[in-house]
């Protein structure tokens, strides 16, 4: 079964450094794509980044990019330049293939990031 | 684009009594729409994947009989709380995806349900 492990449950940074909010993952197909979420208070889910397995190039929008390390199945969060609104639940999910052509989404437990002025 | 809206936001109803939840895929067409549930301060939980006009796929230990769920267009389904208890209040939310592979999901607001 595919698993996500998120180990940070909260993490603090100070507005304008950068953090790195951990996700490591296990799955045995060679083929699946790893999301990264931001959950504010209000509850929406936004989605941030997107890498898949067979991108050779880590993937970056604009703030946000993705630190991945394949062959230690780990694909960590960057944020540059932290922003008071930055702060929320953050959540590493990958795409887990059924074969049938409907995928699903298998999410990690979620890292809080607070910022401070 | 790629807006999913939900409604109701939030709903109190007493033990017993069914609830409805709808999800709108305002501006594409999704043939895959996913029905997710989170406690507070948890992950989200598949609750099930339907497709447009055929039967949802629920996963292990979700009741189908108490959740029901129905794809019937392109833009909406339904998930529908039957006989909710205390133990069923929770955030739903709701996702959809454009092709049906699940490349991207465009998440709903959710909806916090409280029953009483």
């Known amino acids: 079964a595919q698993k996500i492990t998120q180990t940070q449950p909260g993490m603090f940074v100070q507005e304008k450094e950068a953090v790195t909010l951990d996700c490591t993952y296990d799955?045995?197909?060679?083929?699946?794509?790893l999301f990264w979420y931001k959950q504010p208070s209000s509850g929406e889910m936004i989605f941030l980044i997107y890498?898949?397995?067979?991108?050779?190039q880590n993937a970056t929008e604009g703030r946000y990019s993705l630190n991945f390390q394949k062959a230690r199945k780990s694909a960590n969060l960057v944020i540059s330049a932290s922003q008071l609104g930055d702060s929320a639940m953050y959540f590493c999910?990958?795409?887990?293939?059924?074969?049938?052509?409907?995928?699903?989404?298998?999410f990690g437990t979620g890292t809080r990031l607070l910022v401070s002025p | 684009g790629a807006v999913v809206s939900q409604h109701p936001s939030w709903v109190i109803c007493k033990s017993g009594t069914s609830v409805k939840i709808e999800c709108r895929s305002l501006?594409?067409?999704?043939?895959?729409m996913f029905w997710y549930r989170q406690f507070p301060k948890q992950s989200l939980m598949l609750m099930a994947t339907?497709?447009?006009?055929?039967?949802?796929?629920?996963e292990q230990g979700v009741e189908k009989d108490k959740f029901l769920i129905n794809h019937a267009s392109l833009t909406l389904s339904t998930l529908t709380v039957t006989s909710a208890h205390p133990e069923d209040s929770s955030f739903y939310i709701c996702?959809?995806?454009?092709?049906?592979?699940?490349?991207?999901?465009?998440f709903g607001p959710g909806t916090r349900l409280t029953v009483t």
């Open positions: 999910a990958m795409r887990e293939s059924r074969g049938t052509g409907f995928q699903k989404l298998v």
């Open positions: 890498q898949g397995s067979y991108d050779q």
């Open positions: 996702s959809a995806s454009v092709s049906g592979e699940g490349y991207e999901q465009y």
């Open positions: 339907s497709n447009e006009g055929s039967k949802a796929t629920y």
């Open positions: 501006d594409f067409q999704a043939t895959t």
């Open positions: 799955t045995s197909d060679p083929s699946y794509g």
